[in-house]
């Protein structure tokens, strides 16, 4: 375990480094005459935009590529959320210097949080890279591109405060054809004093819903059965006709606003066969409008995303993220009063963060212990520069000790896990396909309402059904069972 997380702050399900899984544009080729090649990093949020960026760029004469040989422009779409994710892009660079030397007319972009925030200095630092876009600037690209066709770099890194591309359909990048995600929010207000989204994703704005409930029903109608929400705090979508801004709709009042808990019971009467997700909930935010609205529609899926970050009260007081442990706790109680013992509760847990003491660090094991968790993402703390916390505090935490925490969250998450899985042995849950099992072709996989993988035999099922799965079986990762009638 120590050597498995010797360099490694951010793991993913299958214990692989979040920041290095990334995803790349599937092959779309409707003869246009140039092709794009994009890398995604990061969270499901730059996942989704590199969508939006294929939708954009398409319409200007662009096919997707899954093969950088084929590719006339490179983006990588990137994360800053702490160093080595920035180091990953930095060496993808490097390695995309040999082709552009091979071809110079290649054109090389940084897309997404790195390009926000070191803008015109990744041109000075970088200098295999040709153009530079924020998250905010992507319907600049076909200008930004010319520019470069005409022999300039170019570089927009503008923040709107009300850009939510709204309009644009995303071509589907990575997807199953099963689930898919959808945008809802951009930005965060949040100001966590570890974060660096504020930063390079700017002020929180709600997408228009009706948007949004179109782009849910058009995909139902192509045969996706789920549908994700996205947004770094779901819970504080705001939106009214009049403003889409949330902190200038809370200054200014408007009327009919629609909040999280409306949009989701729209997004679930869609059809009862469309399921709806949504990530991430905000402790301080998710309200019981929200869990109450979860039970009433069964096609919501119960299963919540809900990171505490520390179980430190203090610790949290300095991460600014507005509860206390015994908030916290209660929040996990209400979800438990309100939804069951079913629902699925995950977490996101940081060790190490400034001034965290071995009992500040205890304290973060034993609320695992009392909420036990379904399912963590684990990181160590990276001091990102801009942050409140490299302005306020000492990142004095040691390497080691930050690792060593990491080492025993993880262990303690990977028992939790386990347990979780256990409670479901004999159970029979309704799954929705998404297709063939990581191991075997014989097998399918599909999820639960509350996200648990389950794995079954195929035995002429498809992807896209809803089948019963009985578990009899499991391990930390995955529900193992057969269909039943
Ligand atoms: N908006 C979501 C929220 O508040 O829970 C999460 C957004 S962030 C992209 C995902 C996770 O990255 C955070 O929940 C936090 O655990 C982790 N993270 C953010 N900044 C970090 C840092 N400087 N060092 C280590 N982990 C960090
Ligand atoms: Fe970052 Fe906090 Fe906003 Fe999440 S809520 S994106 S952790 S500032």
Partial sequence: MANLIEDIGILGKDGKELCEAYHVSKDVNTGKSRKLYIESYGCQMNFSDSEIVASILQKEGYDTTSEVALADVVFLNTCSIREKAEQTVRNRLNHFSGLKKQRPELIVGVLGCMAERLKTRL?????????????????????????VDDGDKAVNTFLSREETYADISPVRLNSNG???????????????????????????????????????????????REVTLLGQNVDSYKWSEAENNKARLEKKGADGVVNFASLLEMVAQIHPDLRVRFSTSHPKDITDEVLHTMARYENICKYIHLPVQSGSSRILEMMNRGYSREWYVGKVQRIREI?????????????????????????????????????????????????????????????????????????????????RNRTDVGKVYQVLIEGPSKKSAEQLQGRNSANKVIVFPANGHRRGQYVHVKVEDCTGATLIGKVVE
């Fill in 123 to 147: 041109l000075e630092e970088e200098k295999i890279v040709d153009l530079v876009a924020g998250p905010d600037a992507y319907r600049d690209l076909p200008k930004l591109l010319a520019q």
């Fill in 178 to 224: 099963v689930s898919a995600f959808i945008s809802i929010m951009r930005g965060c207000d949040n100001m966590c004093t570890f974060c660096v989204v504020p930063f390079t994703r700017g002020r929180e704005r709600s997408r228009d819903p009706k948007s949004i409930v179109a782009e849910a029903a058009d995909l139902f109608q192509g045969g996706y």
């Fill in 339 to 419: 939804l069951g013992e079913a629902c699925g509760i995950s977490s996101d847990m940081i060790t190490g963060f400034c001034s965290e003491t071995e009992v500040d660090h205890e304290e973060t094991l034993s609320l695992m212990e009392m909420v036990k968790f379904d399912y963590a993402y684990m990181f160590h703390y990276s001091e990102r520069p801009g942050t409140l916390a490299e302005k306020k505090f000492s990142d004095d935490v040691p390497q080691e000790v930050k690792k060593r925490r990491l080492t025993e969250v993880i262990e303690k998450q990977s028992q939790h896990s386990l347990m």
